[in-house]
């Protein structure tokens, strides 16, 4: 509750500036999905403190930020590919399953890459090692960004016009929020529990 109002208060204060750095940091670090983000950003939308157009287009300037940067990490690392391997090995470990879906589908992935949750990081950072042009990339991957954003953007700013107790309404998706990283932490540790096991068999 405390953090979700240090949220509001500083989007009160600092306006789009701060919903766009909430979200462009948020893409990158935040323990919730992205998807909670952009619904939150239609919740926004319909109180006083945004406007609909402007809170739309600062989400997706923030995606844009978050693909760019992504994509010029790859290609940064690409560039420098005689660094030792050892520096590498936590963003290739990362790009591993964006590469396997550009050797199977190529710049397809891009064009959903924005729906699934781990691809959406890992497709930019490939694209970018691989060489492809920013701007054939940015044509694709954020056409779909920009699908992406509109779906969860208006079911965020559908149920925002429905909502007349914003506090019961705050607590429930705390709530809520919990018991969705609940269910990824075991699902998670199960995984990983699987794997130790066929290791050691």
Same mark, same amino acid.
């Given at each position: 509750m405390v953090d979700y109002f240090i949220f509001i208060d500083f989007i009160r204060q600092y306006g789009y500036i701060a919903l766009f750095f909430i979200v462009a940091v948020g893409l990158f670090f935040f323990p919730v999905p992205n998807e909670i983000l952009l619904m939150s950003g239609g919740l926004l939308a319909t109180t006083k403190l945004l406007d609909p157009l402007p809170t739309f287009l600062i989400l997706f300037s923030s995606i844009l930020l978050h693909g760019t940067i992504l994509y010029v990490i790859g290609y940064a690392v690409?560039?420098?590919?005689?660094?030792?391997?050892?520096?590498?090995?936590i963003w290739h470990s990362r790009a591993e399953k964006g590469r396997e879906l550009l050797d199977e589908?190529?710049?397809k992935a891009a064009s959903? @890459?924005?729906f699934f949750p781990f691809i959406r990081h890992a497709v930019?950072?490939?694209i970018g090692m691989s060489g492809i042009t920013y701007r054939f990339f940015a044509l694709i991957g954020f056409?779909?960004?920009?699908?992406?954003l509109s779906i969860y953007f208006f079911i965020g700013f559908y149920y925002g016009q429905s909502i007349t107790d914003w506090t019961s309404f705050v607590q429930q998706l705390l709530y809520a929020l919990f018991a969705?990283?609940?269910?990824?932490?075991?699902?998670?540790?199960?995984?990983?529990?699987?794997?130790?096991?066929?290791?050691? @068999?």
């Open positions: 690409n560039q420098h590919a005689h660094f030792d391997h050892r520096k590498q090995s589908y190529g710049l959903f @890459s924005y930019p950072f490939s056409s779909s960004a920009f699908i992406w969705v990283l609940a269910v990824i932490i075991v699902v998670q540790f199960i995984k990983r529990r699987k794997q130790r096991q066929r290791h050691m @068999s």
